[in-house]
């Protein structure tokens, strides 16, 4: 039997599904809190936490209609994509290429390789300018985003606030700009894939 809470989640969920905006709001009121403090204990990064709880609730907004109540609670729906868009950015850390200093194909700008030879450390420097030339060819404004997301290491949130511009268009211009050098690197032999 489900408890008080859980219907008054499954009301707020169903008046979402019909686009209630306002259920929406009462929704994150009641979850955003603790949600946040979950991402905090995965992420360890405030404005990477706000920035998963922000994707969560578009999430819901898109697929409250989608959602089986008998299968599972709301909160537990909302906390199991909560902790997967962050294992997510933690995986995406990971893969990234640092391309701060590049330019001078220093030591500390390339990852130690695992067997320390020669040839290793000259592949991982030619990666390293394939991809620094993939984003020289980006429209300004990308090339401008993806510049501060890996030399700066700043968030959606720290982008936008730094270029003075919405939430929503640093989250496109990075998107599209991700596409481009994702586009432009898949026809390249020299980029293993992982």
Sequence with gaps: MPRPNDLEDQA???????????????????????????????????????????????????????FNFEKAKVFTWMAVMM??????????????????EVDDYTEASITEPDSK????????????????????????????VIELVFYKEMTHVQVAEHLNISIGTAKSRIRYAYQRLRDALSGNSNIERD
């Excluded at 603790?34 to 907004?61: C, G, R, T, Y």
């Excluded at 902790?83 to 701060?100: F, G």
Aim: a positive charge; hydrophobic letters at 40%.
């Design 83 to 100: 902790k997967n868009r962050c294992i997510d950015r933690i995986r995406a850390k990971k893969r990234r290429i640092p391309l701060y």
């Design 117 to 144: 030879n020669a040839v290793d450390l000259l592949k991982q420097k030619e990666k390293a300018g394939i991809v620094l030339d993939a984003v020289k060819q980006l429209p300004d404004p990308q090339r401008e």
């Design 12 to 66: 707020l969920l169903q008046r979402i599904a019909e686009g209630d905006s306002k259920a929406l709001r009462e929704l994150h009121i009641k979850t955003a809190r603790p949600l946040h403090s979950m991402a905090m204990k995965i992420l360890s990064n405030s404005s990477e936490a706000e920035e998963v709880i922000q994707d969560i609730f578009v999430l819901v907004w898109k697929n409250a209609h989608k």
